[in-house]
């Protein structure tokens, strides 16, 4: 299906018995929506009583992309999203494809359902009698019957739904189905155990399935999930679904939570991953977020340079970093202002970014990592500016020897960032003690710990005085 308002079926000529539904379906609301007012009166003419009666339940016409279910031969299907992107609404909209045939009597292709959620009160409050639950977008002829004393939902063509709670695994021992729903999977408590126990329920029919409707969260069981060559994936940010909320709700979280971690998880719907063992965490730069930016000492851009050029190229790390040294060295705080970090460009591309970045926040000095271009890294940058203060750093230890004094300052609360620093926070998330975990090289946490070295460890060091043992 698509929901390009551009994709506008061409309409049958007026006076033949061609009928627009099928057509329409395909096409989805999005161009009705935009189409003139002579278009939707002949598509309401053409489409007839009866199927005007059943267009609201036609999850097909109305659906957004990431709630239609993917082709292909899978096992788990995990919608991925926002809050309020819809993801409720496509769990109960797949339950009911799967359990309604083309009549309301008629068999569909599951009879066995799960209903798992973290608790027996979510499963009953959100996945079936919620706004989007299963009995609010079901036609009335097809609609179910909720047994309370069995905790099911029964169809009127036999099929059953069965609802779980997450904080009792051993309840799925026993029971069997062909399809499950599950519901916020992350947030789960015993969510391993869960998980494992419905697999093993999942063992009827031909191709038993199940559909997961979470927000991300850095947990083992939905990156494991996510792993399997068997789980297709959607995604969608909650703005995609901003034609059914109200807009005070988004300009709130927008105002509040745009360019933060958890704005990224739970707007965004992005999995946030901090590698095992790393030396910084989400949490860790949640706390250090500021809202304001004090008046600062020193200003200083870092630079990690990339030696190679084009589309494939390692970045070149460009990290602007202030800092306050009143008072004695253990009360100096860093603030990291910008990430202008860029990639493709060319020696004189990044040369010119890292002088654009002083100008842009009146820094005293350019610090250059020079370990792989040597004298020609200055050389490059003099080329654009003759007169710039240039300091040329180049390393003697390991880069996780170099970023453990810069990730304690952050375990000390001295090191604040401003919003916007998404993919530097990611990169810092997946340096270890083992080394960096994610893909190419850290080179923005390079140029972050460069310049905090200039900035407050490397000073602060010659401000510490041996201990004299006195006898």
């Keep these: 299906m698509s929901n390009n308002i551009t994709d506008k079926p061409e309409l049958p000529k007026e006076g033949t018995h061609s009928t627009l539904s099928a057509l329409d379906l395909k096409s989805g609301a999005g161009w009705l929506a935009s189409a003139d007012a002579a278009v939707r009166e002949r598509f309401l003419n053409e489409f007839g009583e009866g199927g005007l009666c059943a267009l609201p339940f036609l999850f097909e016409f109305w659906a957004l992309p990431h709630q239609l279910p993917p082709e292909g031969d899978w096992r788990s299907w995990v919608i991925m999203g926002g809050r309020g992107a819809g993801k409720t609404r496509a769990g109960s909209e797949w339950v009911r494809s799967m359990v309604e045939g083309a009549k309301p009597l008629d068999k569909g292709e599951a009879s066995r359902v799960a209903l798992v959620g973290e608790t027996f009160d979510q499963v009953r409050d959100v996945m079936i009698f919620g706004d989007s639950g299963i009995l609010q977008c079901s036609p009335p002829d097809r609609r179910p019957q909720w047994k309370a004393s069995e905790h099911k939902l029964i169809w009127p063509n036999g099929a059953e739904a069965q609802a779980f709670s997450a904080h009792d695994p051993d309840g799925l021992r026993g029971p069997q189905f062909d399809a499950a729903w599950v519901d916020e999977l992350a947030k789960w408590k015993k969510a391993g155990e869960t998980w494992d126990m419905l697999q093993f329920a999942l063992r009827l029919g031909e191709r038993p399935r199940v559909c997961v409707t979470t927000t ?15 789980t297709v994936q959607t995604h969608a940010p909650t703005e995609a679904n901003r034609a059914n909320l109200a807009a005070s709700f988004l300009d709130e979280v927008r105002a509040r939570y745009a360019g933060t971690r ?66 004695s060295p253990e009360e100096w705080r860093a603030y990291v202002l910008a990430d202008r970090t860029v990639q493709g460009v060319g020696p004189s591309g990044w040369a010119q970014a890292a002088i654009d970045a002083m100008d842009e926040f009146g820094a005293e000095r350019l610090v250059a990592e020079v370990n792989q271009g040597g004298q020609l890294v200055e050389e490059v940058v003099r080329q654009v500016d003759p007169l710039v203060p240039f300091r040329a750093v180049r390393a003697s230890r390991g880069k996780v020897a170099r970023a453990e004094p810069v990730a304690a300052l952050y375990e000390q609360g001295r090191v604040s960032h401003v919003a916007g620093l998404d993919a530097l926070e990611e990169q810092m998330c997946q340096m270890t003690a083992r080394g960096f975990e994610g893909q190419g090289s850290p080179d923005r946490v390079d140029a972050l710990v460069w310049a905090l070295h200039e900035l407050i460890v490397g000073p602060a060091g010659v401000y510490r005085r041996p201990r004299v043992r006195t006898l």
């Design 262 to 327: 958890l704005g990224r998880q739970e707007l965004d719907g992005v999995l946030l991953s901090d590698a095992e063992g790393a030396l910084w965490t989400g949490s860790m730069l949640d706390a250090a977020r500021s809202a304001q930016v004090p008046e600062v000492d020193r200003i200083i851009v870092a630079l990690d340079p990339a030696v190679t050029s084009g589309s494939g190229a390692d970045a070149c790390g460009i990290v602007v970093v202030g800092a306050q040294m009143q008072g």
């Design 216 to 230: 991300p969260r850095n947990v083992k069981v939905l990156k494991e999930l996510l792993a399997s060559p068997s």
